[in-house]
DNA sequence: GCCAAGTATATGAGAGTTCAAGTAAATTGA
DNA sequence: TCAATTTACTTGAACTCTCATATACTTGGC
C-alpha cells in the first residue's frame, strides 16, 4: 500500500535534507564559534531584543523563537547564569513569567549579528537568484501553512 | 559595513528556518513514535541497507548518512545495542572498521520504512505544486553545491 | 465560595550531539 | 628504515533537547 518515492522524489527529498542540515550546521558553527551561543539560543535574543520594552512572556517568548516550552525554560535559565536575560513574575497571571532581555544580552545579539547575517548570505541568499528567492519563499510558505499548528 | 536582510529576505528566512524546522519535527517525532529512533539513526540504516552486501566503511557511511565521525561512533554504539549492526574490522586497512547491517536491523527498518515515506509525503511533497518541487530539487541542489566540502 | 479542570512554567532523567583529546595503524620522506 | 605526519576511528565530558512529571496558579461550573 506504501507509495514509495520514486527517483525524482528520492533526489529532491535527499538534496532537501542535505542542504538544509548543511545550512543549520554553518549557523550553528558560526554562532558557537564567533558568538559561543547555539543558534536557538540566538533566535530565542532576537526574538526578545524586538518586543517592545525587550520583555515577553514565556509562551510567547516560546512560540516566535519556535522553541517548545521546555526547551525554553532550559535556555533562559542558562542565558540567565549569563547574565543575558533577567526573570520577572508577572503580575496579572501569577503562573507566568516575563523573560526580559538586559542590556548585557543586548550587547551580545548586537555583536553577534553582522557576523550571523553574513553566515546567513553566505550558505543561503547568495548562491540563489532571485527568482530562486521567491520560489523559495512561497515553498516554505506553503509547508508552514500545511504543518503549522 | 554589514549588509543587512531587507524585509523580503526576512521573511524567506524566517519562513525557511520555520518550514525545515516544522519537518525535521515531524520527520523525528513520527519515527520516535513509531519506530523508536531519531532520524539520525534511521538515515544510518538506510545507507547500510542500500550498500552491497550492506556493509561499508565507517568513514563512508558517516559521509552518506550525513553525520560527523563522531557522531556515527556514538550511533553505531547504540546501534549495535540494540544488535541492528555489527562491526567487523577491516582486514586491508586495520585501522578501518566496517559497520555491518544485521538480519534484524534489515528487519527494523523495513518495518519503519512505510511511516517513514508516509510522513515525508504528508510535511513536504503532498503540500507542494510539481513545479514547486523541481524548483526545491534546484534550490536545494544549488545550496548543496556551495556548501558542500 | 469551593472544587475540578485547565493553563503557565519548571524540573529531572535519559538520550543525542559536539568538541577536544586519545589510540592505533598507515604513509611519507630523508 | 625509522621518525614525523596523516588518517581512521573511538572516547569522555559538557551541553542541549525531549519527554514525562511536578508545581503553582486560574477559571468555570455548581
Redesign the pocket.
Known amino acids: 500500500m506504501t507509495r514509495w518515492l520514486d527517483a525524482d522524489e528520492q533526489r529532491t527529498w535527499r538534496n532537501f535534507l542535505t542542504a538544509t542540515q548543511l545550512v543549520n550546521?554553518a549557523l550553528?558553527?558560526q554562532l558557537?564559534?564567533d558568538a559561543a551561543?547555539?543558534?536557538?539560543?540566538y533566535m530565542i535574543l532576537v526574538a526578545l531584543s524586538e518586543a517592545p520594552e525587550r520583555r515577553m512572556?514565556?509562551?510567547?517568548?516560546?512560540a516566535r523563537a519556535q522553541?517548545?516550552?521546555?526547551?525554553?525554560?532550559?535556555?533562559?535559565?542558562?542565558l540567565e547564569e549569563r547574565g543575558w536575560v533577567r526573570?520577572d513574575r508577572?503580575p496579572?497571571?501569577?503562573?507566568?513569567?516575563?523573560a526580559v532581555l538586559t542590556d548585557d544580552g543586548f550587547a551580545a545579539i548586537a555583536a553577534a549579528a553582522p557576523g550571523h547575517v553574513a553566515e546567513v548570505r553566505r550558505s543561503l541568499f547568495d548562491a540563489l537568484t532571485p527568482d530562486q528567492v521567491r520560489a523559495l519563499d512561497e515553498i516554505c510558505a506553503t509547508v508552514r501553512n500545511t504543518l503549522e499548528r
Open positions: 550546521e550553528d558553527r558557537q564559534r551561543m547555539p543558534h536557538a539560543y512572556r514565556m509562551s510567547e517568548l516560546a522553541s517548545s516550552q521546555s526547551r525554553l525554560s532550559h535556555a533562559v535559565a542558562r526573570r508577572c496579572e497571571d501569577r503562573r507566568g513569567n516575563i
